[in-house]
């Protein structure tokens, strides 16, 4: 396992348009996170899982954003009726617990680029 | 409110002085705190992170950050900056909201190295 991994790295698509995104994790990491960064702006979070639960969500994420991750394993997030603000590169990363406790070490994909036309 | 505040947008150096890049955050207890780079067209990557041990944190390539409490900051340094430095830098804290502790993300330093 070389670390985390994300599809598709490059995604163009028409303002209307449902798209989605996956994200495998480091296999034995059991927390998997979703952020979305703009140009010249920090990773903004939007959610994140502990194995198969979703347990925070932020209120960047509208209804037209949905995230699971079924088995605990690799996780999708889809976005319907894009927009052209939607427009951003995602970031997925993944940590692990250590002794119980989160390292909170976040170990990033490449990212999917977004662009909405 | 919990937040986290990188004072410079942007950091510009020559080759071979000191790097100083700013952190200040706000939180009610004593969070985890990180540094992670991210060089163009590259993923983000850890440079360091405080977990409530010493506080001051050696890092990879020559970074290292101390911890201050007393002032809420985590500033990173580095003595003699290379051009391979250029990049952006994100401080990240660990943040509480929801039940859940969140690494939130600074909005980045910039570091321009001159040669």
């Known amino acids: 396992d070389t670390g985390v991994s994300q599809d598709p790295r490059h995604k163009i698509t028409k303002r209307g348009q449902n798209v989605t995104f996956r994200c495998d994790p480091i296999?034995?990491?059991?927390?998997l996170y979703w952020y979305r960064q703009t140009l010249g702006q920090g990773p903004e979070f939007l959610t994140y899982f502990q194995n198969e639960a979703q347990l925070e969500k932020s209120r960047l994420l509208s209804d037209r954003f949905s995230a699971e991750r079924p088995k605990g394993s690799f996780s999708t997030l889809e976005i319907q009726r894009t927009e052209q603000g939607d427009s951003a590169m995602y970031l997925c990363?993944?940590?692990?617990?250590?002794?119980?406790?989160?390292?909170?070490?976040?170990?990033f994909g490449e990212g999917s680029r977004l662009t909405v036309l | 409110a919990q937040s986290v505040t990188q004072l410079d947008s942007h950091v510009s150096v020559s080759e071979g002085t000191p790097v100083l890049l700013r952190c200040n955050y706000s939180s009610s207890y004593s969070p985890s705190l990180f540094w992670y780079v991210q060089h163009p067209n590259k993923g983000l990557q850890l440079l360091l992170k405080?977990?409530?041990?010493?506080?001051l944190v050696k890092g990879i390539n020559g970074f290292e950050a101390e911890f201050k409490k007393s002032e809420t900051s985590f500033h990173l340094t580095k003595p003699s900056a290379h051009m391979s430095d250029a990049a952006e830098y994100f401080c990240?804290?660990?943040?509480?909201?929801?039940?859940?502790?969140?690494?939130?993300f600074g909005r980045g330093t910039s570091l321009i190295v001159h040669p």
């Open positions: 296999s034995e990491h059991n927390r």
């Open positions: 990363a993944s940590s692990s617990l250590s002794r119980g406790r989160d390292t909170g070490e976040l170990f």
């Open positions: 405080y977990t409530s041990a010493a506080t």
């Open positions: 990240v804290v660990s943040l509480f909201r929801g039940g859940s502790y969140i690494p939130t």
